[in-house]
């Protein structure tokens, strides 16, 4: 199974190319609690006021709070 081809663009300086838009799809915060982070369960990134943190493989990790299905109803529903 191939990947499907990108279009990319060479630059007029002849250094760069653009395959899609600059930046980070995840926003620069400027406090630390306001910053995401993935669940360790289902991989999904989410405020960190969403996460609470469990003991698994004998460390603590951050995963959705209540659960993973749980929280995704619940923000399914959202209008």
Do not use: N, W
């Amino acid at each position: 199974m191939a990947k499907d081809s990108t279009k990319t663009t060479i630059e007029a300086d002849g250094l760069r190319y653009r395959s899609k838009a600059p930046g980070s799809p995840f926003a620069a915060t400027s406090s630390f609690g306001a910053a995401t982070m993935s669940c360790f369960l289902c991989g999904k990134h989410r405020p960190r006021a969403m996460l609470k943190s469990k003991k698994l493989l004998g460390k603590s990790q951050p995963v959705c709070a209540p659960s993973c299905k749980e929280l995704e109803e619940q923000l399914s529903k959202k209008p």
